[in-house]
């Protein structure tokens, strides 16, 4: 089978972030539904690994390591997925033991938030019945709580409304910057791509700034078949890979079986032009 064959899906979240199911949970539905490739991509965390990989394994199913870091870069949130990484690389791991460490303070500034702007109250408790990791509330979990409430129908009604930059629960975060992440990626062995840029508010004159330092920082890839891309996205982005000379990767973001639109290893092949990030791992 020639590597733009295979399913491979190299973006998913477990509870060890905001995901829903537990590595090993992941890798069985990631087996079921014929992923022949897979990596678990928790934010700012590693420490699903192990149970990700022993899982894989033993399902004969072929594993990547992976992060998906979260960086401020021009006063935006970019997502940045690191592949092939040693996840024992002590400055990785220090370096994501950092980029978590606001997210406590962050989720209680949410909650006030939401109380004294919204009238809603007890978001920090509720969401806390989501986390399956201490060090990783995110807004998912504030999302889920706040459609068990009835406020929403869905989670993405929630982040259209409350927490999403410019409604009454969003607080602005600074995460690591676009050096440390891609730094920390590379100084573990692995390759940083960017993930699902169609997702980002820049213009195309900052869109331009944004993939030409990635580039000069050692970035190699990006995303372009994403569970929150378009059909039309799948190509725009291709095109946007050959003229940067990137490599393309693919990978669904799922997190959940409750509010997945494009389920894990359910995404269809790259574009014919794209050129495999995973063509060289075996
Ligand atoms: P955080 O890292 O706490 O800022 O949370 C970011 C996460 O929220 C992302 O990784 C997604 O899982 C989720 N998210 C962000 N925007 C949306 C959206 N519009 N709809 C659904 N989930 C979203
Ligand atoms: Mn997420
Ligand atoms: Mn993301
Ligand atoms: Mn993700």
């Known amino acids: 089978m020639s590597p733009s064959e295979l399913n491979v899906d190299l973006h998913s979240h477990s509870i060890i972030s905001d995901g829903v199911l537990a590595p090993a949970q992941l890798a069985a539905r990631a087996k079921q539904n014929g992923v022949d490739v897979w990596a678990l991509t928790d934010h700012d965390e590693v420490r699903g690994i192990p149970e990700a990989r022993a ?4 399902l004969g199913l072929r594993y990547i390591t992976g992060v998906e870091i979260s960086v401020t870069w021009a006063g935006k949130t970019i997502h940045i997925v690191g592949l092939n990484i040693d996840e024992n690389n002590t400055e990785l791991v220090n370096g994501l033991a950092k980029t978590r ?9 949410m909650a006030a938030e939401l109380a004294s702007r919204a009238g809603i109250h007890g978001s920090y408790e509720g969401a806390l019945k989501y986390v399956g990791n201490p060090d990783l509330i995110s807004r998912s979990h504030f999302a889920r709580y706040l459609v068990e409430i009835g406020l929403c129908a869905n989670v993405s009604e929630v982040f259209k409304h409350y927490l999403s930059d410019g409604n009454p629960g969003f607080v602005p975060h600074r995460w690591a910057t676009l050096a440390e992440a891609v730094g920390w990626i590379r100084g573990a062995g692995g390759v940083a791509v960017v993930a699902h840029p169609g997702r980002y508010d820049l213009s195309p004159v900052a869109f331009d700034a944004f993939f030409t330092e990635f580039k000069d920082l050692g970035g190699l890839a990006i995303e ?11 190509d725009e982005y291709t095109k946007i890979a050959a ?5 393309s990767s693919r990978g669904s973001d799922f997190h959940s079986p409750q509010d997945a639109e494009i389920d894990i290893g359910g995404l269809p092949a790259l574009p014919k032009m794209a050129k495999p990030v995973w063509a060289s791992w075996f």
Do not use: C, I, M, N
């Not at 003229?243 to 490599?247: A, K, S």
């Open 55 to 58: 899982a894989a394994l033993a």
């Open 101 to 109: 460490s606001g997210r406590e303070r962050r989720a209680r500034d």
């Open 224 to 234: 372009t078949v994403t569970g929150s891309h378009t059909v039309d996205q799948y």
């Open 243 to 247: 003229q940067y000379g990137f490599l």
